[in-house]
Nanobody, 116 residues
Framework: QVQLVESGGGSVQAGGSLTLSCAAS????????MGWYRQAPGKQRESVAR???????NYSDSVKGRFTISRDNAKNSVYLQMNSLKPEDTAVYYC??????????WGQGTQVTVSS
């Protein structure tokens, strides 16, 4: 099994920035897919961004151009740089990872709050 540990959440004003980090407990065997999901109160959990070991990234339309996902394969870590944050970005953000394309593991979640 793999454990994902997240950090970097917090509270910011609209237009501000935050960087989320996630590290997998297991090394030596690279998780092909790593990414971030979020869930706001009263809404379904949604995909935010995903990235493969080869560097192929995919973003939801709502964050495209504002968020940047990156990873360090040697560390089995993934990062999310969030710029130009909006109140609608407020949610619990979850790190996610999988061996192939589907998600096999989830982090505990970290709260991101954007005030107007």
């Amino acid at each position: 099994q793999v454990q994902l540990v997240e950090s970097g959440g917090g509270s910011v004003q609209a237009g501000g920035s935050l960087t989320l980090s996630c590290a997998a407990s297991r090394s030596g065997l690279t998780l092909n897919t790593m990414g971030w999901y979020r869930q706001a109160p009263g809404k379904q959990r949604e995909s935010v961004a995903r990235i493969t070991t080869g560097g192929t990234a995919n973003y939801s339309d709502s964050v495209k151009g504002r968020f940047t996902i990156s990873r360090d394969n040697a560390k089995n870590s993934v990062y999310l740089q969030m710029n130009s944050l909006k109140p609608e970005d407020t949610a619990v953000y979850y790190c996610a990872a999988g061996w192939v394309v589907s998600i096999d593991y989830w982090g505990q979640g970290t709260q991101v709050t954007v005030s107007s």
